[in-house]
């Protein structure tokens, strides 16, 4: 053997060799070192179901902020009509005025009732951002207080509707 067949053969026997793992199925986990750990089927199956319990919460609350939004848009634009144009003068009393202002600012008060719900109106990619940031407990906690928002929500719509009905009877009758 020549120098150089000898120097190669040492050189690879003093070269720590990755240990061959047996494959995993995709998907699998790995530990740090490479090693497949192995999950229960069961394991996954309420993971599975605890993530649909989360997608499914986390999907409501974005619904709840789109629905709060667009109520909370049509308040402005009635509040708006209220101040700008004589055809809304009839409305402009503390009456009228107060239910929708305190509609809104109920909506407001809520969302900054907690991080959850703030974040649902600030970020455009809630779902993801939610999943990054909070553990699923406290996804699932505060995902239960749409109620809340629903509430808030259809009396906001209620006092909007109202609203406008009576602006329609006031141009209806002379």
């Given at each position: 053997m020549d120098a150089t067949a000898e120097g190669a053969t040492r050189a690879d026997a003093e070269t720590p060799q990755k240990p061959i793992l047996?494959?995993?199925s995709a998907g699998s986990k790995r530990r740090?070192?490479?090693e497949p750990i192995e999950v229960d089927s069961q394991d996954k199956d309420a993971e599975k179901e605890k993530r649909k319990h989360v997608?499914?919460?986390?999907?409501?609350a974005v619904t709840l902020k789109k629905e709060a939004m667009l109520a909370s848009q049509t308040c402005a634009d009635i509040l708006s009509q209220i101040g700008n144009n004589g055809d809304w003068a009839w409305a402009n009393n503390e009456k009228t005025l107060g239910?929708?202002?305190e509609?809104?600012?109920?909506?407001?008060?809520f969302k900054k009732s907690s991080?959850?719900?703030s974040q649902n109106f600030l970020q455009a990619q809630f779902a993801?951002?939610?999943r990054r940031t909070w553990d699923d407990k406290y996804v699932l906690t505060e995902a239960a207080r749409g109620g809340e928002l629903d509430k808030l929500n259809r009396a906001m719509g209620?006092?909007?509707?109202?609203?406008?009905?009576?602006?329609q009877q006031f141009m209806n009758d002379p």
């Amino acid at each position: 053997m020549d120098a150089t067949a000898e120097g190669a053969t040492r050189a690879d026997a003093e070269t720590p060799q990755k240990p061959i793992l047996p494959e995993a199925s995709a998907g699998s986990k790995r530990r740090k070192g490479g090693e497949p750990i192995e999950v229960d089927s069961q394991d996954k199956d309420a993971e599975k179901e605890k993530r649909k319990h989360v997608t499914k919460a986390v999907t409501a609350a974005v619904t709840l902020k789109k629905e709060a939004m667009l109520a909370s848009q049509t308040c402005a634009d009635i509040l708006s009509q209220i101040g700008n144009n004589g055809d809304w003068a009839w409305a402009n009393n503390e009456k009228t005025l107060g239910c929708l202002r305190e509609c809104r600012q109920a909506i407001e008060d809520f969302k900054k009732s907690s991080d959850f719900w703030s974040q649902n109106f600030l970020q455009a990619q809630f779902a993801q951002y939610a999943r990054r940031t909070w553990d699923d407990k406290y996804v699932l906690t505060e995902a239960a207080r749409g109620g809340e928002l629903d509430k808030l929500n259809r009396a906001m719509g209620r006092a909007n509707d109202k609203t406008q009905r009576m602006h329609q009877q006031f141009m209806n009758d002379p």
